[in-house]
C-alpha cells in the first residue's frame, strides 16, 4: 500500500514537475508577448493620433481653400468691387451676406486695405472688430493660410483674399465655425476621436466640439489636465493634444485613441495564444503522464518481481530486460540478481537432494520418495522392495590406492548400479561413504533376488579404472513393505540390519527376518534355543587347518562353531553368531568352544608336532573383565598352557572399546595367549596402532585373498600388508585360500601360514586327525609344485 503511494506520487510528482515548468515558460513568454503587444497598440495608438492630427490640420486645410475660392469669387465679383468704390454700403451688405450663407461661413467681413473693418455680415460683430483686425493683419502676410481663432467663445477658421481694382482696395476676410463635422469627418478618415474646444474656463459640453457625443461630459474634466488616459466606461482613451495656435484666445484639440479598440485584433491573437497554450498543456500533460508511466510501470513491475524473489520465487523472468534505457539496466542487473539466486538455489537444493560425487539422489531424497511413495501404495497391494547394498574392504582400498581412487571407484559402481536398474520409477541412491540403496516400486521380492543376483554377477567383473582394476564385492540387504516394515524410516533400518548381517556372515545377499534383528521378538525366542542347544548339546567343535606354507606342516587349527539343529539341521555361524553376540550369549559360546577345544587339544597332538588351536573372540569377551580368569581357569582343569591357543580377534571388536580391549588384551598376552588380528583388511584400524597391542599375528581377510588372483590391486594390498606386518614383527596367516595359484602366490610373498578349503574344509574334531593323515600321505601327489 505504502509502495503503491510513492509510486503513484513518483508519476504525478513527474507529470506536476514537468506541467508546471511548461506553465512557467508558456507564462514567461505570454508575458513577453504581451509586452510587446502592448508595445505595439501604444505605438500603433500614437502613430493614428499622429495621422489624426494630420488628418485634422488637411480636413483644415481643405476647409480654407474652400473659403478661399468663395472668398476669391466675391472679391472678384464686378459688382461687389463697384460697391466697393463707390462705397455702397447696402450692396456690400448683401454681397457680404450672400456670399457668406452661400458657402456657411458665419463671419464674412470687408477691410480696408489697413484691415479696418468696413462691413460685415454680422453688423452686432463690433467686439470681435479688434480680434478680427489682428487676423486680418496676420494673413495679410500669409496670404495662402488660414488662421483660428475664438471669437464669442466659438472657434473660428479664418481666410482673406484682397479686393483689386487692380489696386487692393480692400479685403474679404471670412471665418468658418468649426463644427461638429469635422470632428466627425476625422473620426470616420482616422478612426480617431477629438474634441475641439477652447482651455479657457467653459462649462458646457456644448461649448465642446467633440466626436464622442454623449460621453464628451465623462471626458472632459481629464482633458481640461491634459490627462494622458481618459478612462471611459470599459475603455481607455489615449490622448494626444494639440495648441491649436490660435487667437483672441487658446484653441486645443484633443486625439483620441480607443485602446479596447486598438487591441481588438491583438485580442484575438491573445485569445488563440491563449487556447494554443491551453491545448499544448493539456497534450503536454496527457504527454508526461505517459512518459511517467512509461518510467514508473517498469518500476512496478520490478518491485513486484522483487517482492517475488523475497517469497523464493527464482523462477519467474524478470520484465523489461531488453529495453535500452536505464530502467532497461537496472532490468538486467535484476535478471542477473534473480538468475545468481536461482542459481545458488538449485545449487543448495542439489546438495540437499543429490550426491555431489556419484550424481545420484542421496539418503534424504531417496527417503522422501520412499515415504511418498509409500503414501501413494498404501490401498493397492502392491509391494514395495528395498535394497541397501554396502561395498565390502572399500575403505582399505581407498587408503591403500588413495582417496582419488575410491571416489572413481564410487562412480563406477554407481554407473554400474544405474545400468542394471532401469525401471521407470527406481531409484538408486547413494547413502552415505560406500553404501548405496536401491528403491524398487515394481517389483516383488523374487524380483528383487533377480536384481541382487544380477549385481553381484556384475560385481564379479572386476571394476577398471585408471589402469588398474579392482575386484570388488558387495553386501546387500533387502527388505519389503509391507511384509517387514509399514514405515519409511523402519523399512530403511531394516535393509541395513538385513545387509550388515551379510556382511558379518560374508552372505552376499541377506533378506530381512526378525532373526537377524536383536531387537525384534523373534530373536528373544531364538536366544532361548540357543541356550537349550547348549545345554542340550546341540553344537559341535569344528576344526580347519592351517598349514605353515614353509614347512608344509598342519601347524594349527581354527576353531568353528556348528550348530546341530533337531529340525533345521546345521546351521551355519553366521545365522546365529551375530545374534549372540549382540544379546551377549556369544561369551558362554566362546567359553564352551574353548572348553571342547582344551578337552581335545591333548588328543590332537602328533608325538613329534603340535597343534595350536585358534579360538575367535568377540567384542563382548573383550569387554569382560573376568574374561581372561575363565580361560585361565579352564587351562588349569584341562592342564593346557595358553600357548597351546591363539585368540582371534576382529578389528571391529578391538575398535568398539579400544581401551577396555587393549587392557584385557594385555592380561591374555601376558597369560601366554598368542593373539591374532582376523579380518584384517575389512575394518578402519591401521597397523600402526595395532602394533601398540601385543599382537602376534595377522590374519588377511579372505576377501583379498580369494581376488588377488584375477585382481592386481588386491594383490597389492595382500603384498603391502604382508611386508608391514614382517616389519612389525607378525607372523602372517592368509585365509580363504581355495585354489594352488593362490597358495604358490602367498608362498613366493612369504606369506606364514594358509588356510583355506584347498587345504581343507572345516570338519567335525573327530575327523581332523583321519584328515591329517591322509593330507601328510597325499599333500606331495596333490602339490607336486608345491
Ligand atoms: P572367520 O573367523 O573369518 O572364519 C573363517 C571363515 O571362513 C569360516 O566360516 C570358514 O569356513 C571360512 N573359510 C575358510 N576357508 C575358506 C575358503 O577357502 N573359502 C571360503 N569361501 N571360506 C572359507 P564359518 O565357519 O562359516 O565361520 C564364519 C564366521 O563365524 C567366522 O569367520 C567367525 O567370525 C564366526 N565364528 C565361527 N565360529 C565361531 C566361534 O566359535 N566363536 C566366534 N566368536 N565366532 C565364530
Ligand atoms: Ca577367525
Ligand atoms: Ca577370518
Same mark, same amino acid.
Given at each position: 500500500?505504502?509502495?503503491?503511494?510513492?509510486?503513484?506520487?513518483?508519476?504525478?510528482?513527474?507529470?506536476?514537475?514537468?506541467?508546471?515548468?511548461?506553465?512557467?515558460?508558456?507564462?514567461?513568454?505570454?508575458?513577453?508577448?504581451?509586452?510587446?503587444?502592448?508595445?505595439?497598440?501604444?505605438?500603433?495608438?500614437?502613430?493614428?493620433?499622429?495621422?489624426?492630427?494630420?488628418?485634422?490640420?488637411?480636413?483644415?486645410?481643405?476647409?480654407?481653400?474652400?473659403?478661399?475660392?468663395?472668398?476669391?469669387?466675391?472679391?472678384?465679383?464686378?459688382?461687389?468691387?463697384?460697391?466697393?468704390?463707390?462705397?455702397?454700403?447696402?450692396?456690400?451688405?448683401?454681397?457680404l451676406?450672400?456670399?457668406?450663407?452661400?458657402?456657411?461661413?458665419?463671419?464674412?467681413?470687408?477691410?480696408?486695405?489697413?484691415?479696418?473693418?468696413?462691413?460685415?455680415?454680422?453688423?452686432?460683430?463690433?467686439?470681435?472688430?479688434?480680434?478680427?483686425?489682428e487676423?486680418?493683419?496676420?494673413?495679410?502676410?500669409?496670404?495662402?493660410?488660414?488662421?483660428?481663432?475664438?471669437?464669442?467663445?466659438?472657434?473660428?477658421?479664418f481666410?482673406?483674399?484682397?479686393?483689386?481694382?487692380?489696386?487692393?482696395?480692400?479685403?474679404?476676410?471670412?471665418?468658418?465655425?468649426?463644427?461638429?463635422?469635422?470632428?466627425?469627418?476625422?473620426?470616420?478618415?482616422?478612426?480617431?476621436?477629438?474634441?475641439?474646444?477652447?482651455?479657457?474656463?467653459?462649462?458646457?459640453?456644448?461649448?465642446?466640439?467633440?466626436?464622442?457625443?454623449?460621453?464628451?461630459?465623462?471626458?472632459?474634466?481629464?482633458?481640461?489636465?491634459?490627462?494622458?488616459?481618459?478612462?471611459v466606461?470599459?475603455?481607455?482613451?489615449?490622448?494626444?493634444?494639440?495648441?491649436?495656435?490660435?487667437?483672441?484666445?487658446?484653441?486645443?484639440?484633443?486625439?483620441?485613441r480607443?485602446?479596447?479598440?486598438?487591441?481588438?485584433?491583438?485580442?484575438?491573437?491573445?485569445?488563440?495564444?491563449?487556447?494554443?497554450?491551453?491545448?499544448?498543456?493539456?497534450?503536454?500533460?496527457?504527454?508526461?503522464?505517459?512518459?511517467?508511466?512509461?518510467?514508473?510501470?517498469?518500476?512496478?513491475?520490478?518491485?513486484?518481481v522483487?517482492?517475488?524473489?523475497?517469497?523464493?520465487?527464482?523462477?519467474?523472468?524478470?520484465?523489461?530486460?531488453?529495453?535500452?534505457?536505464?530502467?532497461?539496466?537496472?532490468?538486467?542487473?535484476?535478471e /542477473? @540478481?534473480?538468475?545468481?539466486?536461482? *542459481?545458488?538455489?538449485?545449487?543448495?537444493?542439489? &546438495? !540437499?537432494?543429490?550426491?555431489? %560425487? #556419484?550424481?545420484?539422489?542421496?539418503?534424504?531424497?531417496?527417503?522422501?520418495?520412499?515415504?511418498?511413495?509409500i503414501?501413494?501404495?498404501r490401498?493397492?497391494?502392491?509391494?514395495?522392495v528395498?535394497?541397501?547394498?554396502?561395498?565390502?574392504?572399500?575403505?582399505?582400498?581407498?587408503e591403500v590406492?588413495?582417496?582419488?581412487?575410491?571416489?572413481?571407484?564410487?562412480?563406477?559402481?554407481?554407473?554400474?548400479?544405474?545400468?542394471?536398474?532401469?525401471?521407470?520409477?527406481?531409484?538408486?541412491? /547413494? @547413502?552415505?561413504?560406500?553404501?548405496? *540403496?536401491?528403491?524398487?516400486?515394481?517389483?516383488? &521380492? !523374487?524380483?528383487?533376488?533377480? %536384481? #541382487?543376483?544380477?549385481?553381484?554377477?556384475?560385481?564379479?567383473?572386476?571394476?577398471?579404472?585408471?589402469?588398474?582394476?579392482?575386484?570388488?564385492?558387495?553386501?546387500?540387504?533387502?527388505?519389503?513393505?509391507?511384509?517387514?516394515?509399514?514405515?519409511?524410516?523402519?523399512?530403511?533400518?531394516?535393509?541395513e540390519?538385513?545387509?550388515?548381517?551379510?556382511?558379518?556372515?560374508?552372505?552376499?545377499?541377506?533378506?530381512?527376518?526378525?532373526?537377524?534383528d536383536?531387537?525384534?521378538?523373534?530373536t528373544?525366542?531364538?536366544?532361548s534355543?540357543?541356550?537349550?542347544?547348549?545345554?542340550?548339546?546341540? &553344537?559341535?567343535?569344528?576344526?580347519?587347518?592351517?598349514?605353515?606354507?614353509?614347512?608344509?606342516?598342519?601347524?594349527?587349527?581354527?576353531?568353528l562353531?556348528?550348530?546341530?539343529?533337531?529340525?533345521?539341521?546345521?546351521?551355519?555361524?553366521?545365522?546365529?553368531?551375530?545374534?549372540?553376540?549382540?544379546?551377549?550369549?556369544?561369551?558362554?559360546?566362546?567359553?564352551?568352544?574353548?572348553?571342547?577345544?582344551?578337552?581335545?587339544?591333548?588328543?590332537?597332538?602328533?608325538?613329534?608336532?603340535?597343534?595350536?588351536?585358534?579360538?575367535?573372540?568377540?567384542?563382548?569377551?573383550?569387554?569382560?573383565?573376568?574374561?581372561?580368569?575363565?580361560?585361565?581357569?579352564?587351562?588349569?582343569?584341562?592342564d593346557?598352557k595358553?600357548?597351546?591357543?591363539?585368540?582371534?580377534?576382529?578389528?571391529?571388536?578391538?575398535?568398539?572399546?579400544?581401551?577396555?580391549?587393549?587392557?584385557?588384551?594385555?592380561?591374555?598376552?601376558?597369560?601366554?595367549?598368542?593373539?591374532?588380528?582376523?579380518?584384517?583388511?575389512?575394518?578402519?584400524?591401521?597397523?600402526?596402532?595395532?602394533?601398540?597391542?601385543?599382537?602376534?599375528?595377522?590374519?588377511?581377510?579372505?576377501?583379498?585373498?580369494m581376488?588377488?588372483?584375477?585382481?592386481?590391486?588386491?594383490?597389492?594390498?595382500?603384498?603391502?600388508?604382508?611386508?608391514?606386518?614382517?616389519?612389525?614383527?607378525?607372523?602372517?596367516?592368509?585365509?580363504?585360500?581355495?585354489?594352488?595359484?593362490?597358495?604358490?602366490?602367498?608362498?613366493?610373498?612369504?606369506?606364514?601360514?594358509?588356510?583355506?578349503?584347498?587345504?581343507?574344509?572345516?570338519?567335525?574334531?573327530?575327523?581332523?586327525?583321519?584328515?591329517?593323515?591322509?593330507?601328510?600321505?597325499?599333500?606331495?601327489?596333490?602339490?607336486?609344485d608345491?
Amino acid at each position: 500500500m505504502h509502495l503503491k503511494w510513492r509510486q503513484a506520487t513518483l508519476a504525478s510528482r513527474i507529470v506536476l514537475v514537468m506541467v508546471s515548468l511548461l506553465l512557467l515558460v508558456q507564462a514567461a513568454g505570454f508575458l513577453v508577448v504581451q509586452r510587446a503587444l502592448d508595445r505595439q497598440v501604444a505605438q500603433e495608438i500614437q502613430s493614428a493620433l499622429v495621422v489624426g492630427e494630420r488628418i485634422w490640420w488637411r480636413l483644415l486645410e481643405q476647409n480654407a481653400e474652400r473659403l478661399r475660392d468663395a472668398a476669391t469669387v466675391l472679391s472678384a465679383d464686378f459688382g461687389f468691387r463697384s460697391a466697393i468704390a463707390s462705397e455702397d454700403q447696402q450692396t456690400i451688405a448683401s454681397a457680404l451676406e450672400n456670399s457668406g450663407s452661400r458657402i456657411g461661413a458665419s463671419i464674412v467681413g470687408l477691410l480696408d486695405p489697413s484691415f479696418h473693418l468696413i462691413a460685415a455680415n454680422q453688423a452686432d460683430n463690433r467686439m470681435a472688430d479688434a480680434v478680427l483686425h489682428e487676423i486680418a493683419a496676420n494673413l495679410a502676410n500669409d496670404r495662402r493660410g488660414d488662421r483660428l481663432a475664438l471669437i464669442e467663445k466659438t472657434p473660428y477658421q479664418f481666410v482673406m483674399v484682397p479686393v483689386r481694382a487692380p489696386k487692393v482696395i480692400g479685403w474679404v476676410l471670412m471665418g468658418f465655425p468649426v463644427q461638429q463635422g469635422l470632428v466627425d469627418n476625422l473620426y470616420y478618415l482616422a478612426d480617431v476621436n477629438a474634441i475641439f474646444y477652447s482651455p479657457d474656463k467653459k462649462q458646457q459640453a456644448s461649448d465642446y466640439v467633440s466626436s464622442l457625443h454623449d460621453l464628451t461630459e465623462v471626458v472632459i474634466p481629464g482633458v481640461l489636465q491634459q490627462q494622458s488616459r481618459l478612462d471611459v466606461q470599459n475603455d481607455v482613451l489615449i490622448t494626444r493634444y494639440v495648441d491649436m495656435n490660435a487667437m483672441g484666445g487658446q484653441l486645443r484639440l484633443v486625439l483620441m485613441r480607443s485602446s479596447a479598440q486598438a487591441r481588438l485584433p491583438f485580442e484575438q491573437l491573445k485569445w488563440l495564444l491563449g487556447i494554443i497554450t491551453a491545448g499544448g498543456l493539456f497534450l503536454f500533460g496527457l504527454g508526461s503522464i505517459r512518459a511517467s508511466r512509461k518510467v514508473t510501470r517498469p518500476l512496478k513491475e520490478l518491485t513486484n518481481v522483487t517482492e517475488q524473489l523475497g517469497q523464493g520465487q527464482f523462477n519467474i523472468a524478470v520484465p523489461g530486460t531488453n529495453s535500452n534505457d536505464e530502467v532497461g539496466s537496472l532490468a538486467r542487473g535484476f535478471e /542477473r @540478481m534473480r538468475a545468481n539466486i536461482a *542459481a545458488q538455489q538449485d545449487e543448495i537444493l542439489h &546438495l !540437499a537432494y543429490w550426491d555431489r %560425487l #556419484t550424481g545420484l539422489p542421496n539418503r534424504e531424497q531417496f527417503r522422501k520418495k520412499l515415504i511418498s511413495s509409500i503414501e501413494n501404495c498404501r490401498d493397492a497391494a502392491k509391494p514395495l522392495v528395498i535394497i541397501t547394498l554396502n561395498l565390502d574392504r572399500f575403505k582399505h582400498v581407498n587408503e591403500v590406492l588413495g582417496y582419488g581412487s575410491g571416489d572413481e571407484l564410487l562412480k563406477a559402481v554407481s554407473s554400474r548400479l544405474l545400468e542394471l536398474v532401469n525401471q521407470d520409477n527406481d531409484i538408486v541412491a /547413494r @547413502m552415505a561413504g560406500d553404501e548405496f *540403496a536401491i528403491f524398487l516400486s515394481s517389483t516383488d &521380492l !523374487a524380483g528383487a533376488i533377480v %536384481l #541382487t543376483d544380477r549385481i553381484t554377477k556384475a560385481f564379479e567383473v572386476p571394476l577398471a579404472f585408471n589402469d588398474q582394476t579392482v575386484d570388488l564385492s558387495a553386501s546387500m540387504g533387502v527388505a519389503c513393505w509391507p511384509k517387514d516394515a509399514l514405515e519409511a524410516d523402519l523399512l530403511m533400518s531394516r535393509s541395513e540390519i538385513a545387509m550388515h548381517a551379510a556382511k558379518s556372515k560374508t552372505a552376499g545377499v541377506l533378506i530381512y527376518s526378525p532373526s537377524l534383528d536383536s531387537s525384534s521378538l523373534q530373536t528373544l525366542s531364538l536366544l532361548s534355543d540357543l541356550r537349550q542347544a547348549l545345554q542340550e548339546g546341540e &553344537l559341535r567343535l569344528f576344526l580347519q587347518p592351517k598349514l605353515d606354507t614353509n614347512s608344509k606342516r598342519v601347524v594349527a587349527a581354527e576353531a568353528l562353531v556348528r550348530w546341530q539343529h533337531p529340525q533345521r539341521g546345521l546351521i551355519p555361524p553366521l545365522q546365529f553368531i551375530p545374534f549372540a553376540e549382540q544379546t551377549g550369549f556369544v561369551r558362554q559360546l566362546t567359553l564352551w568352544i574353548f572348553e571342547e577345544a582344551a578337552r581335545n587339544w591333548a588328543s590332537l597332538q602328533l608325538s613329534d608336532e603340535n597343534l595350536r588351536i585358534s579360538i575367535n573372540l568377540s567384542t563382548r569377551d573383550l569387554l569382560d573383565h573376568d574374561f581372561p580368569e575363565h580361560l585361565n581357569n579352564l587351562l588349569n582343569i584341562y592342564d593346557l598352557k595358553a600357548d597351546a591357543f591363539c585368540l582371534e580377534i576382529t578389528e571391529s571388536a578391538i575398535m568398539d572399546d579400544p581401551q577396555r580391549a587393549e587392557a584385557t588384551l594385555n592380561k591374555l598376552s601376558e597369560q601366554g595367549f598368542k593373539l591374532s588380528i582376523d579380518d584384517f583388511g575389512t575394518g578402519y584400524s591401521s597397523l600402526a596402532y595395532l602394533k601398540r597391542l601385543p599382537v602376534n599375528e595377522l590374519k588377511i581377510d579372505k576377501s583379498f585373498v580369494m581376488a588377488m588372483q584375477k585382481d592386481e590391486s588386491d594383490a597389492k594390498i595382500v603384498r603391502s600388508t604382508i611386508d608391514l606386518a614382517h616389519n612389525l614383527g607378525l607372523t602372517v596367516v592368509a585365509e580363504g585360500v581355495e585354489n594352488q595359484i593362490i597358495l604358490n602366490q602367498l608362498k613366493s610373498l612369504k606369506c606364514d601360514e594358509a588356510q583355506g578349503y584347498y587345504i581343507g574344509k572345516p570338519m567335525p574334531v573327530k575327523d581332523f586327525n583321519s584328515w591329517r593323515e591322509y593330507w601328510y600321505k597325499n599333500q606331495n601327489l596333490l602339490f607336486s609344485d608345491f
